[in-house]
């Protein structure tokens, strides 16, 4: 056999065990009740709820900012972050969080926001 | 129904002139792709010359029209014309010149521009190189010139419904159909989107080109690479493409390096590197292109791994528009931050890599047959048969990246294979990963390891070589040098950070074993022209890139956080997630992590709001200060100050590490003037009239005095413009024996009155003066001693001391508290005050709007007057007017006062220290000085043949 070969096995070996174990990084694109079965921590798509209040007072508390999402299935929860309120928030349509469910709130660790796009809404100022 | 109308002042033989360099670009690039390909047909030998001729014009006609479509781009951004959907998008009146360049690479458009840009620019070069593989890597490059002009030729296919690519002189009434174009005459109405105020730094400035050229340079060893298998001449081609990859390597690299520092500089995320996935694109190509690099040496120096070189050459440029077509399709829509939208250009761009993709293939498997691979296989104690396994390791590094990065493309897939089968197969779409900086750290710090190693073991041994080393006393002993000097350096870099986990001590100590090696086999080599130590100079570089993330990935500190204060309030936090973000209330000074932070005062320029933070490390017995210095982090207000359109970082830089800072966050009534609005008009004034003279109280135990009534004063939060005017009213509140002293004051700007209240703390009180005073001098109705009279042009009159002189009408007007409509009649009245001494200028004024006269005074604070235009007597051309005379020194004045809650001035503040963060920059310098120097080596031999 040839070194060349034994290489190649070797690196498909690990190639292989690598990748089993970088899919155990990827989770399904969860709502919250696949969040609440695996008790791990996953990413939520959603819509923020803006009906729901939106908490965010650096008087009481900079690294606390809560607000409710509704996922796909329409199911509304709590969202927590330990930051502050990221900038444009309220502007956001689709909201994805990661984190996991603690209760019956949902810890995120991030959060992504998709905000219309600049554009798309198209407004052009004038002039006064 | 809009072509109907004759529209004014729009520059349409620049949109068609803009068009037409589009369309001839685009032309000539495919003639010169189907020329030059010609010279290499062996059918076509005796027209070769011919071809040649044929395509080098249409090679230079490519690149005017493509420069000159650029430069027009420049033009009608610099001009303003913003009929063009591109300016308008991109351009604002008020953006400095300086961000032109930044405004025109923003959009898609113009960074697709870019691209062609530095493709034609290396292309000419390539076009007076002296070799034979450049005609077909000219007609490669002609190819791509094309398919990237498709992007932006804006042409509709008839009868299909499918636009081929995005034109940038495109005008905005062809894009949006809004009642606006139903004005002929709109061009005088619309103002500029401009430049997103996150892009104006000038990072945005340098480095889209960096990248760019980097992406472009990408595409010679591909070109190099398809001549070389079209020709059959397997070995010939290495020579020549060596200096343009090293040049791609090293350019390419700093790109990347400049993204990186960027995202740490100026935006703040904290880190130079997220493993966002735009980021991880980009990362892929330029370390596919290193393993190019590794196996092209093999090549160039043994009979073997030419397979591998082509490969990974050929694989390089089509990662690169994978890249593109990720960053632009808007497939990455959930999961990066800073990806173009969409433009509907997905199907082109797949169709770009599948043809490069696909062609790169046809071509490798057609020919690779002929490809001379040596029976025999390479020594174990041959340089490049480790050199090949970190070609692999490299490989291997970026099969990982790119599989993860691409999840939400095999989303994609996924979806429409379930179309196709009539199936809802969402159940198989997976997510990226949850923490993306664990994930990728876990596999990457492996590659990390076998590299450094690898290098070592690599550059130890020679080429060709079979005899075992070991035999070989002083090479032994360099090893053992390096090992020990390695050990004693691990240690010591162990006193001054903390690495916890083994797979980090095992990753530092590669990395500083590489640093001491290629230390040692560098000091061996010395006596060689400094050309040829580049890649001594790249391993270590790479060695301290190590040991620099190290220090500042693991011992990244957030010195905003005061345990002690935050630990315990909120029910069920994690040790972890304690406060990363301080409160930190104005010159209230705080412990955190060893440093009294002070924020001591906040200024404004513009839109700009600069923050000083004071921080002063103190001695042990907390005596003395050991050190102070200040940060100035600051934040953009939206233009019409509405919301925070961006948060700019501070960074105080040491040589041995970074304390860096940005503001998080700002009181709610300060982060949006929506909600400091909402705030104020829930407060209920009551008025009040303060005097000179006694004390007036208000609500029993508040005692209010008035100072002094100041005209046109300072204030350091407002800037005067000329024409301003304002009244502030000093005075003094008492409260429970405590006297304070308030300045309110209300200003007149640009025909907007703004009121700037002065707030009391201590006492939760709000004061300011009644607008009614200001109002009453801009259009005076009442007041004692009013005199009325009428004033021929040129006459005198004298009143109360004050000699006054109507000099005449002028239809001139500029009154910046006055601005008029189309069709106003505006009448100035020219008047001459003096007392004795000093003369000024009064200009009232009277206006017809609609059939509608009223009138704007004007006043002399000085001269203590106030004159109103009443009215004009025709027939003998006189001016009605009235005088008010103004109280220089008044003994009272109405106020409003009201009880409010407290306010707190304050900053959130995020501070992060990164030790050895330089670490970073300086490896990754040095690494790229390591390829730049080897450029100039390829060079000389060059010159030495001819």
């Given at each position: 056999m040839k070194k060349v070969h034994i290489i190649s096995f070797l690196i498909i070996a690990i190639g292989i065990t690598v990748l089993i174990s970088a899919i155990g990084d990827l989770s399904k694109y969860g709502d919250f009740e696949y969040a609440s079965v695996t008790g791990r921590k996953t990413k939520v798509v959603g819509e923020l709820a803006k009906d729901q209040e939106i908490v965010y007072d650096p008087m009481k508390d900079p690294n606390y900012f809560s607000f409710y999402i509704r996922d796909e299935n329409k199911v509304l929860k709590k969202v927590i972050r330990r930051a502050p309120k990221p900038q444009?928030?309220?502007?956001?349509?689709k909201i994805v969080v990661t984190g996991k469910l603690v209760g019956d709130t949902f810890e995120a660790s991030d959060i992504l926001m998709k905000c219309p796009?600049?554009?798309?809404n198209e407004e052009i100022a004038t002039k006064s | 129904m809009q072509e109907s109308i004759q529209y004014i002042g729009e520059h349409i033989y620049l949109a068609h002139l803009g068009q037409y360099a589009i369309f001839l670009s685009f032309a000539s690039a495919i003639l010169t792709a189907l020329s030059f390909w010609q010279v290499d047909k062996p059918s076509e030998k005796i027209q070769a010359n011919n071809w040649i001729k044929i395509g080098k014009i249409a090679w230079w006609t490519h690149c005017l029209s493509l420069w000159s479509l650029i430069g027009l781009l420049f033009f009608i951004m610099i001009q303003h014309y913003y009929e063009f959907h591109y300016v308008w998008q991109h351009v604002s009146d008020?953006?400095?010149?300086?961000?032109i360049f930044s405004a025109f690479w923003e959009g898609q458009e113009g960074s697709f521009l870019l691209w062609l840009f530095w493709h034609a620019v290396l292309g000419t070069v390539l076009l007076y190189n002296?070799?034979?593989?450049k005609y077909t890597g000219l007609a490669v490059l002609g190819l791509i010139q094309a398919m990237i002009l498709s992007m932006i030729l804006g042409v509709y296919v008839p009868g299909l419904e499918w636009k081929i690519g995005s034109n940038p002189f495109v005008f905005i009434r062809d894009v949006m159909n809004i009642?606006?174009?139903?004005?002929?005459?709109y061009i005088t109405l619309i103002k500029g989107n401009g430049l997103n105020p996150l892009l104006q730094n000038y990072w945005m400035t340098i480095h889209p080109p960096t990248l760019f050229l980097g992406f472009a340079s990408t595409a010679i060893p591909y070109a190099f690479a398809i001549a070389g298998l079209r020709l059959r001449d397997h070995k010939g081609w290495l020579a020549p493409a060596f200096g343009w990859v090293l040049f791609a390597g090293a350019i390419l690299g700093l790109g990347i390096l400049m993204g990186g520092a960027w995202a740490y500089e100026a935006?703040?995320?904290?880190?130079?590197?997220?493993?966002d996935p735009v980021e991880n694109m980009s990362l892929v190509p330029w370390l596919i292109l290193l393993a190019g690099l590794h196996t092209h040496l093999i090549a160039k120096n043994t009979p073997y791994s030419l397979k591998s070189a082509y490969v990974f050459y050929l694989l390089s440029f089509v990662l690169v528009v994978y890249s593109t077509f990720l960053t632009r399709s808007g497939v990455l829509g959930d999961t990066s931050v800073h990806s173009f939208t969409e433009m509907g250009l997905e199907w082109q761009l797949i169709i770009f890599i599948l043809l490069f993709g696909l062609g790169a293939i046809y071509f490798y498997w057609k020919n690779k047959e002929s490809i001379s691979t040596p029976k025999e296989e390479e020594s174990l104690f041959s340089r490049e048969f480790w050199m090949f396994i970190g070609s692999m390791v490299f490989l291997f590094s970026c099969l990982l990246i790119s599989f993860t990065t691409s999840i939400p493309v095999f989303n994609k897939i996924i979806s429409g294979i379930g179309w196709i089968l009539n199936t809802d197969l969402k159940d198989w779409h997976r997510s990226t990963p949850v923490d993306p900086v664990a994930h990728h750290n876990r596999f990457q710090l492996w590659v990390g390891v076998l590299l450094s190693l690898l290098s070592i073991v690599a550059m130890l041994l020679k080429y060709r070589m079979d005899t075992n080393p070991f035999k070989n006393k002083s090479w032994v002993i360099r090893i053992v040098i390096g090992l020990i000097s390695a050990v004693i350096l691990h240690i010591g870099i162990c006193y001054w950070i903390n690495v916890d986990a083994w797979q980090h001590h095992l990753l530092l100590f590669s990395g500083v074993f590489a640093i001491c090696m290629h230390f040692i086999l560098f000091l061996k080599n010395f006596q060689s022209k400094i050309q040829y130590l580049g890649s001594y100079f790249s391993h270590i570089g790479f060695g301290i890139l190590i040991v620099g993330v190290i220090a500042s990935g693991l011992n990244k500190r957030f010195i905003s956080s005061n345990p002690f204060i935050t630990r315990g309030l909120i029910a069920d936090q994690t040790e972890d997630e304690l406060a990363k973000n301080i409160r930190l209330d104005k010159n209230m000074p705080m412990y955190m992590s060893g440093f009294l932070v002070e924020y001591q005062k906040d200024t404004f320029a513009g839109v700009t709001r600069t923050f000083d933070i004071h921080f002063k490390k103190l001695s042990e017995d907390g005596e003395k200060t050991v050190e102070e210095f200040t940060v100035q982090p600051n934040i953009l207000y939206s233009k019409d100050f509405t919301k925070i359109a961006a948060s700019n970082p501070s960074t105080k830089h040491y040589w041995n590490k970074d304390i860096f800072t940005h503001i998080a966050s700002l009181p709610t009534d300060q982060v949006s003037i929506e909600e400091a609005t909402r705030k104020n008009e829930s407060i209920v004034y009551d008025d009040i009239l303060v005097s000179k003279d006694k004390w007036v109280s208000y609500q029993d135990s508040i005692l209010i005095k008035l100072d002094k009534v100041k005209y046109d004063p300072e204030n350091h939060d407002l800037n005067r413009n000329k024409g301003d005017f304002g009244i502030s009213a000093d005075v003094w509140v008492k409260f429970k024996d405590s006297v304070y002293s308030h300045k309110p004051l209300v200003m007149a700007k640009e025909g907007l009155l703004l009121n700037m209240n002065d707030h009391n703390n201590q006492i939760g009180l709000n004061i300011r003066v009644n607008e009614k005073s200001l109002a009453q001098i801009l259009a005076p109705t009442e007041g004692p001693n009013i005199h009325s009279t009428k004033l021929r042009p040129n006459e005198v009159i004298t009143w109360e001391g004050r000699n006054i002189q109507f000099l005449g009408f002028s239809k001139n007007i500029s009154n910046p508290h006055f601005k008029p409509n189309a069709d106003d009649i505006v009448l100035g009245a020219n008047i001459l005050v003096g007392d004795g001494a000093v003369i000024d200028t009064i200009k009232p004024l009277y206006i017809i709007r609609g059939n509608q006269p009223f009138s704007i005074a004007d006043h002399n604070f000085k001269h203590g007057i106030n004159i109103k235009l009443t009215g004009i007597d025709i027939p003998s051309e006189s001016a009605l007017l009235e005088f008010y005379p103004i109280d220089v020194d008044p003994k009272e004045i109405s106020m409003q006062v009201a009880r409010v809650e407290p306010k707190f001035d304050f900053v959130v503040l995020q501070a992060i220290e990164f030790p050895g963060i330089n670490l970073v920059w300086a490896g990754s310098l040095l690494m790229l000085f390591g390829l730049a120097i080897g450029i100039f080596k390829k060079n000389k031999r060059k010159n030495q043949i001819e």
């Amino acid at each position: 056999m040839k070194k060349v070969h034994i290489i190649s096995f070797l690196i498909i070996a690990i190639g292989i065990t690598v990748l089993i174990s970088a899919i155990g990084d990827l989770s399904k694109y969860g709502d919250f009740e696949y969040a609440s079965v695996t008790g791990r921590k996953t990413k939520v798509v959603g819509e923020l709820a803006k009906d729901q209040e939106i908490v965010y007072d650096p008087m009481k508390d900079p690294n606390y900012f809560s607000f409710y999402i509704r996922d796909e299935n329409k199911v509304l929860k709590k969202v927590i972050r330990r930051a502050p309120k990221p900038q444009d928030f309220e502007l956001s349509e689709k909201i994805v969080v990661t984190g996991k469910l603690v209760g019956d709130t949902f810890e995120a660790s991030d959060i992504l926001m998709k905000c219309p796009s600049k554009y798309k809404n198209e407004e052009i100022a004038t002039k006064s | 129904m809009q072509e109907s109308i004759q529209y004014i002042g729009e520059h349409i033989y620049l949109a068609h002139l803009g068009q037409y360099a589009i369309f001839l670009s685009f032309a000539s690039a495919i003639l010169t792709a189907l020329s030059f390909w010609q010279v290499d047909k062996p059918s076509e030998k005796i027209q070769a010359n011919n071809w040649i001729k044929i395509g080098k014009i249409a090679w230079w006609t490519h690149c005017l029209s493509l420069w000159s479509l650029i430069g027009l781009l420049f033009f009608i951004m610099i001009q303003h014309y913003y009929e063009f959907h591109y300016v308008w998008q991109h351009v604002s009146d008020d953006l400095p010149m300086k961000y032109i360049f930044s405004a025109f690479w923003e959009g898609q458009e113009g960074s697709f521009l870019l691209w062609l840009f530095w493709h034609a620019v290396l292309g000419t070069v390539l076009l007076y190189n002296r070799h034979k593989y450049k005609y077909t890597g000219l007609a490669v490059l002609g190819l791509i010139q094309a398919m990237i002009l498709s992007m932006i030729l804006g042409v509709y296919v008839p009868g299909l419904e499918w636009k081929i690519g995005s034109n940038p002189f495109v005008f905005i009434r062809d894009v949006m159909n809004i009642p606006l174009f139903n004005n002929p005459n709109y061009i005088t109405l619309i103002k500029g989107n401009g430049l997103n105020p996150l892009l104006q730094n000038y990072w945005m400035t340098i480095h889209p080109p960096t990248l760019f050229l980097g992406f472009a340079s990408t595409a010679i060893p591909y070109a190099f690479a398809i001549a070389g298998l079209r020709l059959r001449d397997h070995k010939g081609w290495l020579a020549p493409a060596f200096g343009w990859v090293l040049f791609a390597g090293a350019i390419l690299g700093l790109g990347i390096l400049m993204g990186g520092a960027w995202a740490y500089e100026a935006l703040s995320f904290g880190g130079y590197w997220a493993w966002d996935p735009v980021e991880n694109m980009s990362l892929v190509p330029w370390l596919i292109l290193l393993a190019g690099l590794h196996t092209h040496l093999i090549a160039k120096n043994t009979p073997y791994s030419l397979k591998s070189a082509y490969v990974f050459y050929l694989l390089s440029f089509v990662l690169v528009v994978y890249s593109t077509f990720l960053t632009r399709s808007g497939v990455l829509g959930d999961t990066s931050v800073h990806s173009f939208t969409e433009m509907g250009l997905e199907w082109q761009l797949i169709i770009f890599i599948l043809l490069f993709g696909l062609g790169a293939i046809y071509f490798y498997w057609k020919n690779k047959e002929s490809i001379s691979t040596p029976k025999e296989e390479e020594s174990l104690f041959s340089r490049e048969f480790w050199m090949f396994i970190g070609s692999m390791v490299f490989l291997f590094s970026c099969l990982l990246i790119s599989f993860t990065t691409s999840i939400p493309v095999f989303n994609k897939i996924i979806s429409g294979i379930g179309w196709i089968l009539n199936t809802d197969l969402k159940d198989w779409h997976r997510s990226t990963p949850v923490d993306p900086v664990a994930h990728h750290n876990r596999f990457q710090l492996w590659v990390g390891v076998l590299l450094s190693l690898l290098s070592i073991v690599a550059m130890l041994l020679k080429y060709r070589m079979d005899t075992n080393p070991f035999k070989n006393k002083s090479w032994v002993i360099r090893i053992v040098i390096g090992l020990i000097s390695a050990v004693i350096l691990h240690i010591g870099i162990c006193y001054w950070i903390n690495v916890d986990a083994w797979q980090h001590h095992l990753l530092l100590f590669s990395g500083v074993f590489a640093i001491c090696m290629h230390f040692i086999l560098f000091l061996k080599n010395f006596q060689s022209k400094i050309q040829y130590l580049g890649s001594y100079f790249s391993h270590i570089g790479f060695g301290i890139l190590i040991v620099g993330v190290i220090a500042s990935g693991l011992n990244k500190r957030f010195i905003s956080s005061n345990p002690f204060i935050t630990r315990g309030l909120i029910a069920d936090q994690t040790e972890d997630e304690l406060a990363k973000n301080i409160r930190l209330d104005k010159n209230m000074p705080m412990y955190m992590s060893g440093f009294l932070v002070e924020y001591q005062k906040d200024t404004f320029a513009g839109v700009t709001r600069t923050f000083d933070i004071h921080f002063k490390k103190l001695s042990e017995d907390g005596e003395k200060t050991v050190e102070e210095f200040t940060v100035q982090p600051n934040i953009l207000y939206s233009k019409d100050f509405t919301k925070i359109a961006a948060s700019n970082p501070s960074t105080k830089h040491y040589w041995n590490k970074d304390i860096f800072t940005h503001i998080a966050s700002l009181p709610t009534d300060q982060v949006s003037i929506e909600e400091a609005t909402r705030k104020n008009e829930s407060i209920v004034y009551d008025d009040i009239l303060v005097s000179k003279d006694k004390w007036v109280s208000y609500q029993d135990s508040i005692l209010i005095k008035l100072d002094k009534v100041k005209y046109d004063p300072e204030n350091h939060d407002l800037n005067r413009n000329k024409g301003d005017f304002g009244i502030s009213a000093d005075v003094w509140v008492k409260f429970k024996d405590s006297v304070y002293s308030h300045k309110p004051l209300v200003m007149a700007k640009e025909g907007l009155l703004l009121n700037m209240n002065d707030h009391n703390n201590q006492i939760g009180l709000n004061i300011r003066v009644n607008e009614k005073s200001l109002a009453q001098i801009l259009a005076p109705t009442e007041g004692p001693n009013i005199h009325s009279t009428k004033l021929r042009p040129n006459e005198v009159i004298t009143w109360e001391g004050r000699n006054i002189q109507f000099l005449g009408f002028s239809k001139n007007i500029s009154n910046p508290h006055f601005k008029p409509n189309a069709d106003d009649i505006v009448l100035g009245a020219n008047i001459l005050v003096g007392d004795g001494a000093v003369i000024d200028t009064i200009k009232p004024l009277y206006i017809i709007r609609g059939n509608q006269p009223f009138s704007i005074a004007d006043h002399n604070f000085k001269h203590g007057i106030n004159i109103k235009l009443t009215g004009i007597d025709i027939p003998s051309e006189s001016a009605l007017l009235e005088f008010y005379p103004i109280d220089v020194d008044p003994k009272e004045i109405s106020m409003q006062v009201a009880r409010v809650e407290p306010k707190f001035d304050f900053v959130v503040l995020q501070a992060i220290e990164f030790p050895g963060i330089n670490l970073v920059w300086a490896g990754s310098l040095l690494m790229l000085f390591g390829l730049a120097i080897g450029i100039f080596k390829k060079n000389k031999r060059k010159n030495q043949i001819e």
